[in-house]
């Protein structure tokens, strides 16, 4: 039973993966790939953790930790690169509105 | 089962290499990099069940950290070089 359960989550949580690299691949810009490449694997590895302790209930710790450390530096590191991102380069800009304009 | 979707895993690490490889700037291969750890954290997890060695799980976490590291230091080293020029 925990091993349908885990197998459950984990089989989405790898074809997200999938489906954030074909993002990556696919997106025009550097903010969209960010996109695909931040958040999609965010949602995908917290599956795959999530799925590999109901498979070995044993580890529930270690688990634990690290899917609170990914979900914790995984924005962070994102939002440092989509500053550094705007601050080089700009981005592509359809709507017109640029609140960070000022601090440039 | 297991077996496949580490299959699947690897092939989503190497569609991540490509755009490292090719990424028109610095800031395209760093999101490719962290893109790769993320997955790469993921692929040791699922190998430290099939192997059933817990010592995956710790490689795993130096991975995340490293990987973290890593991306802030070359960000703000992107903005930097750009504001010292």
Do not use: C, Q
């Not at chain 1, 490449?37 to 710790?61: D, H, N, Q, R, Y």
């Not at chain 2, 490889?21 to 395209?28: E, M, N, R, S, V």
């Amino acid at each position: 039973m925990l091993n349908v359960i885990g197998l459950i989550l984990i089989t989405p949580g790898a074809t997200l993966l999938v489906i954030s690299a074909i993002g990556l691949l696919r997106m025009p810009d550097t903010i969209t790939r960010m996109h695909a490449g931040t958040k999609a694997s965010t949602l995908g590895s917290l599956l795959v953790i999530m799925g590999v302790a109901f498979l070995e209930p044993t580890l529930w710790f270690k688990l634990l930790f690290l899917a609170l450390f990914i979900l914790i530096t995984n924005p962070l590191s994102s939002s440092i690169l989509a500053r550094s991102t705007y601050l080089k380069h700009g981005f592509f800009n359809m709507s017109g509105m640029d609140d960070l304009k000022d601090n440039r | 089962m297991l077996n496949f979707l580490i299959l699947l895993i690897l092939f989503a690490i190497f569609l991540s290499f490509i755009r490292f490889i090719k990424g028109p700037h610095l800031t395209d291969r760093v999101v490719a990099f962290d893109t790769m750890g993320i997955i790469a954290v993921s692929l040791l997890v699922l190998l430290s069940v099939t192997v059933k060695d817990s010592i995956y799980l710790d490689v795993a976490f130096v991975f995340a950290v490293i990987g973290f590291i890593g991306t802030i230091i070359f960000a703000r080293f992107n903005v930097a070089k750009d504001s010292d020029a």
